[in-house]
């Protein structure tokens, strides 16, 4: 069973909310907006990600036999209401920023209008869906941006909350501009360009470190990419180089050598004096092990000779920052605007639209959060992409979403694209807006 | 496609390795190990966990013809190799500790004795299965001390990394003390009791706060849990005080109500003064929002009168520590140990084995990690648990782990159990195994 697609995939109290909208008739308009509250200060924008595999779940939405006998039998529901499941299906509409597209806390990304019970269902999915590559783009752009036109890769897959979030990982990075993973189920899934070397046990399991190098050579002559640290890593160099010789001879050539541990400013900086002196100039060194976006700043600030980063753990884990505060509000029900006012965390009601507004050489100046129906100048953000369950357009394909990903990075400015903590766009929420929430505070006040 | 069970969840590397292995002929037997590098400060102890997972994939494991193709479409593997992947299956020997273990950093968990090929290429779905659930596990344990004999509940899964994510923390979490989980595919996948109350959505969707209210208790008469902090927690009990008597004319109770932003401490007793006055002792209140064991030991030392508590996004992305140093190393090779020595990530080699001593009062002492061939006194931790690729026993229901990992979780320490950062269990290398290292160590420096 493919759970990517269950409609069980759900939390319960999405099921006990629907029994009681349709027993009561609550079958109205509802628009819910996916955003989220805060910035951290970890971060200074976020790249909005995940609405492909959002409207791929929505498209198919539906309760399986062996779903609807589980709802049956678990007594807590009606058959009127298993028959409603049954024919459940997803009809509204979306509108949505673009994947790829830069955007910060309390600006929507994706606003749903539907019947309440369908909009509501979905919601737990949708979250799921949005916000984990929504996190990982975010994290991923850190390290395109740290590494200043360098390739960056990712190695994150055994690490990562299980496969979906491995192989999610591996397309949010992508889009983001990574060259390209080690995850091999995203190159059929995603078209998402697979790298790989050879582990320490290749090593481990041979004689001797140049055996492995050699038979490593033999078996992909195309991909020669030698780990140097299983035991020390300068003589792993000085073995690579008396070891391009009898591999010439046979038509290798030595693409690239990884260095996975230790300090690897000084250790790039001596193997790459070991590879120049033996006449490997055109060698390229890869740096892994435990690298992100300031692993990555500080090899470029001190020069190290890198030429490509991999990175694994923190990046799919998104480890400084592992969530966002990523939600899914009811903002207007049967055409009346509605906000919730817990503690902390309240919200703004109504249908929204983002305006974005740029200086004069293309860099984000701010944004205005304003309801949909407030037309303003400014470039609106949120475009339909899907009507009455169905896409309203072709979805533009991996390789498209990554390069407007790259025009979105280029509007960031120079402070903000150098990751510096604090650094981040200021979001306006417009007159119009803040006067609805006072007219709809007032409402519930007496109503 | 189920993602779960393919055997593309895996690095490229993986591959590239395995051709090199076949083409020199290397399939003599190896051994790898499964262990946790270093304890994190902010954790004591670990729980094992994901072994039915990696049994279960281990059993099925193999190419099905559209991963064949794309392996051969690739064009970076030969014809035989592919013929090989096609034959493909796990035939080797586990050792593991069972699932809900306590287990301390430098501890194998999980031994694999196959032929090189096999043992190589399961390498990242063994992590992503064990490495996942035990970080859940662990932080879980961590809620259910700090709850002290309370209940908790999982509510992760919106946040989790995705759908598997999600699934597999309420395994996770129930195995080690939780009460159950909102996310609905648990009870039909792992038997986890399913949980749920309602949504702040679902009372802005009404007219007002009461009629939400009488609603979902029609619609959920056995379930009547109720979310008071939409607008104002406070008139939220006051509602529910004036419609008890409503309800309970139709025969129906309210079991609790849900508190879910603000001063929970301040919030639970001006709430619970207010269903007391109103007759309603009985009603329970559920804390939640951003909780973790922190916040539980906060809520529990100030006697807040909470009577369950809901985890979320903290315990699905064990968010202070998103990830565990957790691998998979080549300990032995054809008969010879080997261990890596990668600076800072040296491992000790060798097939391993690790025993526990207890005091008096039956709480752990100390372990010792030694050569498997070394037999010695205290509890023996890892045991046989599949034999050429089949379980050698039936393994055990999740509700027997449950109860394994309370009897775990009552040998430690008061120390250990108060989770106070830096209180562990030294775990001790064997005099043995550090003989070994070095002889070891020796014959690489000839080789």
Redesign the interface.
Known sequence: ????S?V??????????L???L??G?EET?V?ECFVRTMPPERGFFIAAGLAQLLEFLENVRFTP??LE?VAN?G?FSRSFVEYLERFRFAGDLHAMPEGTVFFANEPIVRVTAP?PQA?LI???L??LL??QT?IASKAARCVLAAAGKPVID?G????????????AARASYLAGFAGS????A??FFEVP???????????????ERHAFE??A???P??VVLLL?????QKGAQTVVGLAPRLREKGITIKGVRL????LVDQARRVRRILDDGGLEDVQITASGNLDEDAIQHLVAAQAPVDLFAVG?RLA???DV???D?VY??QE?SGKP????????ETWPGAKQVYRHYDQRGRIEHDVVTMAADTQEGKALLRPVMDSGKRSEKSPSLNQIREHAMVELATLSDEIRRCRQGATIPVQISFALRDLARVVDAR?EV?
């Open positions: 069973m493919d759970i990517r269950s069980l995939v759900t939390d319960f109290y999405q099921l006990t909310m029994q009681g909208y027993e009561q609550m509802a819910f062996d779903e589980w678990s807590r309440l509501q919601e737990t999915r979250i799921t916000h984990y996190l190695f897959l055994r690490r990562s909350h299980g496969a979906e979030a491995g192989l999610l080690a995850t091999v189920l190159e059929p697979v790298f790989g070397t050879m582990g320490h046990s290749f090593v481990q399991a041979h004689r001797a038979h490593f033999d078996a992909q195309d991909n640290d299983t035991y020390d890593t996975d541990s230790g300090d753990t884990t998104s480890a592992p969530y966002l990523c509000k009811l029900y509605s906000r919730k006012k817990s503690e902390g965390k519930d109503g």
